[in-house]
């Protein structure tokens, strides 16, 4: 699950990419509502149980075989 960003690093990725942010705050207020807004719905069609009924393990002595050869 990815971290939420506060306003402030949200702002400065802005910068960061080039995209000036000086005396805009109004704009970009709504901006990262809209990015909350979109984040909450990508958390929310994440499932939250186990989905990987198989797991795949990679044995130890295989990787150690492996690397004798």
Known sequence: MKKIKGYLEYKLDLELCG???FEKDHEI???YEKYLQDQ???NNDIPTSDTNKTSKRTDSTNLLEHKER
């Open 40 to 42: 909450q719905q990508t």
């Open 29 to 31: 207020r709504k901006r």
């Open 19 to 21: 995209i000036n942010t």
